[in-house]
């Protein structure tokens, strides 16, 4: 049974787009949602982190935006480039310090 | 930095032979995490400690044990290899207080 539904599985975007990943859970005591992105021959890396209390959290070119009452986030790349081709991960986990549930991976290829 | 070190990066062993994976963080953290990781499956979480000596299975623990007798390190332990688990496999560790992860670099596993 998978907890954290992700999606699409594979996607490629042009140079400048916007990349969008979705991210759907079933556990209201889920209290954090973050996303993390893997280059091929490496771990995966924290990327950016949201908590319930907010719907949108920015850093740079990346943004998640968390809708509580339909239990989904999703993390856009704005302008994105080709060093962004990278697997995305989303996850979530219940409190502090306790194991994270993944999603299954959004690979990305971002053309030049 | 946080630095998390794997043993091999790619590994290469037979059917019903004992295979240790080690793993070791230099950051002091409490947490420790086993993981592997497979196409469209994502991140699966096998194994966690809290602290040394103790361990907890995660959601696919079967045909795996851990060994955590120093706090920096932590085993993975395939009894007997099957073709199954080939995959690669993360070890990732985090504060006893914090959701943060930080992931090691990955072993491929091979099992002929």
């Known amino acids: 049974q998978q907890q954290v539904k992700q999606s699409p599985q594979s996607l490629i975007v042009q140079k400048g787009g916007i990349s969008i990943i979705n991210c759907a859970y079933e556990?209201?005591?889920?209290?954090?949602f973050p996303w993390y992105q893997q280059f091929p021959g490496k771990g995966p890396a924290l990327l950016i982190a949201?908590?319930?209390?907010?719907s949108e959290k920015k850093e740079g070119r990346f943004t998640i935006s968390f809708n509580k009452s339909a239990k989904q986030f999703s993390l856009h790349i704005m302008d994105s480039q080709p060093g962004d081709s990278a697997t995305y991960f989303c996850?979530?986990?219940?409190?502090?310090?306790?194991?994270?549930?993944f999603g299954a991976g959004t690979i990305l290829r971002v053309k030049s | 930095d946080v630095k998390v070190t794997q043993s091999s990066r790619y590994l290469v062993k037979r059917t019903g032979e004992k295979v240790f994976l080690e793993c070791v963080q230099d950051?002091?953290?409490?947490?420790m995490f086993w993981y592997r990781q497979d196409p469209g499956l994502g991140l699966r979480l096998i194994y966690f400690?809290?602290?040394?000596?103790?361990?907890e299975k995660g959601d696919i623990p079967e045909g795996y044990s851990v060994s955590r007798e120093k706090k920096e390190r932590f085993s993975l332990i395939l009894e007997s290899a099957s073709t199954n688990q080939t995959s690669m496999y993360l070890c990732?560790?985090?504060f006893g207080g914090g959701n943060e992860q930080f992931f090691g670099p990955g072993t491929r596993l091979t099992v002929l």
């Open positions: 949201i908590r319930p209390d907010v």
């Open positions: 950051m002091d953290h409490e947490n």
């Open positions: 400690s809290y602290d040394v000596k103790m361990k």
């Open positions: 990732a560790s985090s």
């Open positions: 556990n209201t005591a889920f209290d954090y």
């Open positions: 996850a979530a986990s219940k409190e502090y310090g306790n194991k994270l549930v």
